[in-house]
């Protein structure tokens, strides 16, 4: 079961630190998975926002760059984003994905509404 919380609505630029709970996921494959946030806004298609590789390598699209941060705790198997700074733009459903061997395991999405 894979759980997201920590959405909402915020002004802009205020924060928000999203969390992605993989409930039951064996520790091998927590750490053995690269993980992404994605986010899809109304009319358009879902994009990546950012990852973490099993190696703890970061990668962001430009637009977030310096503003998000994307991290994990092993223990806790749960993945993280920090968002500061939002912008208008950043509102959207945001979705949290592992990815192991052949096997993606998605969260249900979560609303981040950035609006004054």
């Known amino acids: 079961q894979v759980v997201e919380s920590g959405g909402g609505l915020v002004e802009p630029g205020q924060s928000l630190t999203l969390s992605c709970k993989f409930s039951g996921m064996i520790l091998s494959v927590f750490t053995g998975s690269t993980m992404d946030w994605y986010r899809q806004a109304p009319g358009r298609q879902r994009e990546l926002v950012a990852s973490i590789s099993t190696g703890r390598s970061t990668n962001y699209i430009e637009q977030v760059k310096g503003r998000f941060t994307i991290s994990k705790d092993n223990v806790k198997r749960t993945l993280y984003l920090q968002m500061n700074s939002l912008k208008p733009d950043d509102t959207a459903v945001y979705f949290c994905?592992?990815?192991?061997?052949?096997?993606?395991?998605w969260g249900q999405g979560i609303q981040v509404t950035v609006s004054s």
């Open positions: 994905k592992a990815g192991y061997d052949t096997r993606d395991y």
